[in-house]
């Protein structure tokens, strides 16, 4: 798969340099480019060639789920914890007026369950069939995404992007193109979210990039809500696409028990899980029947729904505002411990019809200690920062913190543990020059915690920057500060000191004596020291 530079001519390029017989798929949308037989010669020299971007494999994709029995799911997503039961409530809206893309091996006609919501779509296989389905996998997923017998969405628009044929194999360059037409197709204002249930059937080289990650971050840059199946290799999700997107949300499977399943992968790159096991769905060659699999595959369908559920009460809402909704509103501490240590927060329904329960602050958003958590999975285990380096932490839209535009800092408690060196971090914007200036000093083996009000870079996150050696850092949220407000600043005064014979500011909460084991001390603080 050739990129191009934006500014160059694809016809140009690909004549000038590559046999016209030889180009598989053009790309005009989501990239620039195409995919072709290639010599290594050619590959070399199209790399060399100042408009060429990238010269990208052209990897294998398939679909991948496993028969079983038992239907549940919608159950479990309007309540937060098991037993389920056997109501499923959604809003009226019911996600009309959003429509998902189903990237897949097409979906079946089904005038009961899709009526005139299923729109005309696109094919990138050459068989006659159009965009209708031949090997069941596509129905499936749509019919878990927004039919109305088993659908999240009911009234949400479908369309069939095919991009596999009936064996469920295919290339990263056919996805791509299905993702093209997408990109220049899709109405302007209407929310549209993609379902990917699709991974590549290798792992990936981390350090090498891909065309369908790209294309993936390059629609969630456009407005798209990307979502994608973690992968049924029980392996980390980071070494597969497009479930290593960045910007995508990454789905992992549970079953009935809430409890990860087997098959599903996991890791730093799932954003959180969906039922996937035992997940009754549409039948592609019965349109009256229904059958029952298995896999992440029919997890990430749930999470398409429920995003179409949410951007239906709000069209005007942006992509990342939607995204973070459906991750802040996931419960957490459900789905037990996964292979990196952690376990994961599982969909739930409920924001979308009634006013979700705030998430309790202060709250873990980043930890890099390895088998620690962070309360929604972002920025956990990801390695100590080593020297001159900087760990950036998405900000907005996690913990209840607005992703609205209105948050203008947020106030932290930082802590480094086991650093290496003498050593300071420093808390920035993202997007900002780094100051000259440090908000912990510390030496090496120890733990210093210090609060921080930081303000947020332009895209929601903040940086933190080690000076030497290498440190652990973790990093709680307890609150913001609005951009159209201000800090009223007090002179430091002491309010607590448990220590006998040192003294507070008005003599309360002094000398009181050291905090027992799972013992809490309540410190007054409205009406003191100057706070009204």
């Known amino acids: 798969i ?29 990239m620039t480019g195409f995919s072709a037989e290639l010599t290594p010669s050619e590959v070399e020299e199209l790399e060399s060639n100042p408009g060429v971007l990238a010269v990208y494999e052209d990897l294998p994709l398939s679909v991948a789920a496993t028969q079983a029995d038992a239907p549940w799911n919608l159950s479990r997503l309007d309540q937060d914890n098991l037993p389920v039961d056997s109501f499923y409530t959604y809003p009226d809206s019911a996600g009309a007026g959003a429509r998902i893309y189903v990237v897949d091996t097409g979906v079946s006609a089904n005038a009961a369950q899709f009526g005139a919501r299923l729109l005309p779509g696109f094919t990138a296989i050459s068989d006659g069939r159009g965009s209708a389905d031949c090997n069941g996998h596509g129905s499936h997923v749509a019919g878990i995404a927004a039919s109305a017998s088993y659908g999240v969405a009911k009234l949400s628009d479908v369309v069939s992007v095919r991009v596999f044929g009936c064996t469920g194999n295919t290339l990263s360059s056919t996805v791509v193109s299905g993702l093209d037409w997408i990109t220049a197709n899709h109405p302007a204002g209407t929310p549209g979210i993609v379902n990917l249930s699709l991974v590549s059937s290798s792992p990936i080289d981390p350090t090498t990039p891909d065309a369908l990650t790209n294309a993936v971050n390059n629609m969630a840059s456009q407005g798209f809500i990307m979502v994608v199946a973690a992968g049924n290799e029980n392996a980390d999700a980071c070494n597969y696409t497009p479930s290593r997107a960045a910007s995508a949300l990454t789905v992992a499977a549970t079953t009935s028990t809430d409890t990860r399943a087997s098959y599903s992968s996991y890791g730093s790159c799932v954003d959180l899980f969906a039922p996937g096991s035992n997940i009754r769905s549409l039948q592609w060659d019965n349109p009256s029947s229904s059958t029952v699999k298995s896999g992440t595959s029919m997890a990430a369908p749930h999470v398409a729904g429920v995003a179409a559920l949410a951007w239906a009460l709000e069209p005007g809402m942006s992509r990342s505002i939607v995204e973070s909704q ?39 958003i980043a930890d890099t200690r390895g088998g620690e958590c962070t309360f ?28 609205d535009g209105t948050v203008g800092s947020v106030v932290l408690n930082v802590t480094a543990t086991a650093p290496t060196a003498f050593s300071y971090l420093t808390v920035f914007p993202t997007g900002q020059n780094r100051p000259l200036a440090s908000n912990l000093n510390f030496t090496p083996g120890q733990s210093i915690p210090n609060s921080v009000i930081a303000q947020v870079g332009t895209d929601g996150s903040i940086s933190i920057y080690n000076n030497s050696g290498s440190t652990h850092v973790i990093v709680d949220i307890s609150g913001w500060f609005p951009t159209t407000g201000s800090l009223t600043a007090v002179s430091p005064a002491r309010l607590a000191d448990t220590r006998p014979g040192n003294t507070t500011i008005d003599s309360i909460i002094q000398g009181v004596g050291a905090i027992g084991p799972g013992q809490t001390l309540r410190i007054p603080v409205l009406g003191r020291a100057g706070v009204p």
């Open 376 to 403: 929604d999975g972002i920025i956990q285990g990801v390695g100590a920062i080593g020297p001159g380096q900087t760990l950036r932490i998405p900000v907005l839209g996690r913990a209840g913190v607005p992703n």
């Open 2 to 30: 050739v990129e191009l530079a934006p500014s160059e001519a694809r016809i140009g390029i690909s004549s000038e340099l590559v046999d016209e017989s030889a180009i598989t798929e053009t790309f005009d949308s989501v």
């Open 326 to 364: 459906v991750v802040q509103n996931a419960v957490s501490k459900v789905v037990g411990a996964t292979p990196n240590g952690c376990g994961g927060v599982l969909l739930n329904s409920r924001f979308t019809f009634t006013t979700a329960s705030p998430i309790p602050l202060p709250a873990r």
